[in-house]
């Protein structure tokens, strides 16, 4: 997969709703359920970062429900990328981009959302074909102000913003031209998940679903 249709697939899923879910899941047996309740709730396309041991045998249990398209986040190696695909990942999320990485991905078909924090690495990334990146740590990096001022310039290369993103402050980015979503983990919140109140994720995914854009 060359670096062009990577991206013309990731925006495809960044245009699905105005959400891409960010999940830590620890424990497996959430894994299903959760993704039920977003993908009833309206978000169908998730990502589960490679943070906890059980992130892979999640990936594998989410991928079985119908209507969601589940992506690994957090990939920062070749292996992370192997394993990813072996899981039943669809698409991939990094928090920055590494030429080995990014091989790696286009070698296994992986549409890739990579990482950019500055003019420069949004240009790298665009000079090698990647139109559609994430903005990442997004609100640390001067938040959609910031990303407001490096689309005027590079307006080529359209974003999914990550790293403070909540409900508060969606609409700040949602609003800009270069943007076609955000990442954001409010939707699944550890202690819903741990009391199991699915419900209440549903209604905090239809309440994300409804955002503007």
Request: net charge negative; proline share 8%.
């Amino acid at each position: 997969m060359t670096p062009t249709e990577a991206s013309s697939r990731s925006i495809d899923l960044c245009r699905k709703a105005p959400v891409i879910p960010v999940l830590v899941i620890d424990e497996l047996a959430h894994a299903r359920p959760l993704a039920e309740a977003l993908v009833a709730g309206g978000l169908p396309v998730l990502e589960v970062t490679l943070r906890t041991p059980i992130a892979l045998d999640a990936i594998r249990e989410m991928a079985k429900v119908e209507g969601g398209i589940v992506g690994a986040g957090t990939l920062l190696t070749p292996e992370d990328v192997a394993a990813a695909v072996a899981a039943g990942a669809t698409f991939g999320v990094s928090p920055g981009a590494t030429d080995k990485l990014l091989s790696a991905c286009e070698a296994h078909d992986l549409p890739l959302l990579p990482g950019a924090a500055t003019a420069s690495e949004a240009m790298a990334l665009l000079e090698r074909g990647y139109t559609t990146q994430k903005f990442f740590p997004a609100e640390a990096n001067g938040g959609a102000k910031a990303l407001k001022a490096i689309g005027a310039p590079i307006p080529q290369v359209t974003f999914c913003p990550t790293g403070g993103v909540s409900l508060k402050n969606a609409n700040d980015y949602l609003s800009l031209s270069n943007v076609a979503c955000v990442g954001g983990s409010w939707v699944a919140p550890k202690d819903l998940m741990e009391a199991g109140d699915w419900e209440g994720i549903v209604a905090l995914a239809k309440e994300a679903a409804a955002l503007p854009r």
